[in-house]
């Protein structure tokens, strides 16, 4: 299978599955190359609504698509599988978004020979600056990696990685935004604390978040060296990281990552 215009069919078309129904939209992908499942009609109904796509059942997906992602909740898996694994012809290929879930669960409930891709993105999508993590499966190849990557690069950046790294993957980046939104979330109530109103303070926060983030990309610099630019000696920013330090924020993101790392390995062991 070669990279090109395929008819791709998202199963399960929850927020994910959405971000990629959307990201394919806004990259020129043919709205009549798209099909959609969903499990309530009220919601099958808002993604033809909002995006005009065909919502089909799921064997009719199968049937008409060259691409199945499928991007419904892990536990959910199973009986997804159960229900279409046999009408899947071994030379389609198998998008998995669902977090957690190796190839191999997959591989064990379709016919022998069908290629899988995992992939693991996340919700920046929506404003294409994702990142996204593409691993083969055993029966993947080059020419599957590279569709999948097209299909995901209007979303943002796109890395190959081990699929043995994926649920590191999960904890990191899949999962990443919601830690940033924590930290400025707790930032913008710094801020008040400090007396600035909150408007002012989310302002001054988000804007800061950004023209970091963009040093980072495109300076090429260590972070740490980037942390030592602003941190002269006895000055106000030292002062921070040593209550940053005393209150272990570094030893808690780490035992916060390895939570999520722990617990992608769950979902999986509770799919299976």
């Known amino acids: 299978m ?17 971000l990629m129904l959307s990201g394919l939209l806004r990259s020129g992908w043919p709205v009549d190359k798209l099909l959609a499942t969903a499990r309530r009609p009220a919601r099958a109904e808002e993604l033809t609504a909002r995006y005009g796509v065909r919502v089909v059942d799921n064997l009719t997906a199968v049937d008409e698509a060259a691409v199945l992602a499928i991007s419904v909740k892990p536990q959910d898996a199973a009986a997804l599988l159960d229900e279409i694994g046999p009408k899947v012809p071994a030379d389609k290929l198998v998008i998995s978004l669902c977090a957690g879930l190796p190839t191999s669960f ?79 979330e707790a930032m913008i109530d710094a801020g008040i604390l400090l007396g600035l109103p909150r408007q002012v303070a989310h302002e001054l926060i988000v804007q ?50 390895e939570a999520a790392r722990d617990r992608a390995r769950e979902l999986a062991a509770q799919a299976d």
């Open 106 to 184: 997959f591989s064990r409930r379709l016919p022998d020979g069908t290629p899988v891709v995992r992939v693991m993105t996340n919700t920046p999508a929506l404003v294409d600056e994702a990142m996204t993590a593409i691993s083969a499966g055993a029966h993947a190849t080059g020419a599957h990696l590279a569709l999948a990557e097209e299909m995901f690069k209007p979303l943002g950046q796109t890395i190959r990685v081990p699929e043995s790294q994926q649920d590191a993957v999960t904890a990191l980046s899949g999962s990443g935004p919601a830690y940033f939104y924590l930290l400025v």
């Open 2 to 18: 070669s990279a090109g215009v395929h008819t791709v069919a998202v199963i399960g078309a929850g927020k994910i599955g959405e």
């Open 208 to 257: 800061t978040a950004i023209g970091s983030a963009v040093m980072l990309r495109d300076s090429g610099e260590h972070p740490v060296k980037l942390r030592e630019a602003v941190t002269s000696p006895a000055g106000t920013t030292i002062s921070a990281i040593r209550e940053l330090e005393k209150h272990g924020v570094r030893a808690a993101l780490l035992a916060a990552l």
